[in-house]
């Protein structure tokens, strides 16, 4: 792909991104994401064959980019007891990263709760199915990253005490700092202990119960 269809891609799919966020997807129209790309139609049917498969785009660049983040996290030792400062830095990004996709995080949530019999696209956030190479999948398993013998536990303790706190956390901060009339700062220390009593203590008990076995 040359240089100026692959601009005029990104253009689209930024466009989109703001598009959506702003009207809604079920309300958005191709015509306005024309506009604010400032290409004609036509060009958008080109690159995507419809207004689903550009929000399925999307989703689908921001779930390859946070499960590369996450999985860079693992492999520089974030699941250790004593994470080095590389794997906290890691993390960092991980977090900003989602922070900065907050509006299509915001639509995310809207599809995967209106999603009927289909499959919510968060969950995806967990399920790394064809995002990362199987290879790579394997070996952070045995650093603690969906271990197959846990595989079931592991996906859901992930995703309602870590994935889906830390969402809502993103999603709501504003509100909530208005509401209750704490400060950002306030906040952020109070979801911190929280995460810590809550997902991290899960993460220590099941390298406790690792250390067990192996020790048997």
Not at 27 to 46: F, T
Not at 94 to 120: Q, V
Request: hydrophobic share 40%; proline share 3%; glycine share 6%.
């Amino acid at each position: 792909m040359s240089m100026e269809r692959e601009n005029n891609r990104v253009r689209i799919l930024q466009a989109a991104e703001r598009i959506f966020a702003e009207k809604g997807y079920d309300a958005a129209r191709i015509d306005q994401i024309a506009a604010d790309a400032g290409v004609n139609k036509a060009l958008i049917y080109y690159y995507f064959k419809n207004k689903r498969a550009l929000l399925e785009e999307l989703f689908e660049g921001f779930f390859r980019e946070s499960a590369a983040l996450l999985v860079s996290y693992v492999q520089h030792g974030g699941l250790d007891p004593s994470p080095t400062p590389e794997a906290d830095r890691i993390f960092d990004d991980y977090f900003s990263y989602f922070e900065a996709k907050r509006d299509l995080l915001r639509i995310m949530l809207m599809e995967s709760l209106k999603s009927g019999k289909n499959t919510p696209p968060l969950f995806k956030l967990v399920d790394f199915g064809g995002l990362i190479d199987e290879d790579i999948v394997s070996d952070v398993r045995d650093s603690g990253l969906y271990p197959s013998e846990t595989m079931n536990l592991t996906m859901v303790a992930e995703f309602f005490t870590g994935v889906i706190p830390m969402l809502c956390y993103i999603l709501f901060q504003d509100s909530w700092v208005r509401h209750f009339d704490v400060s950002r700062e306030q906040l952020k220390d109070y979801f911190n202990k929280a995460m810590e009593m809550t997902h991290e203590a899960y993460h220590r008990t099941m390298r406790e119960q690792w250390a067990e076995e192996e020790g048997k």
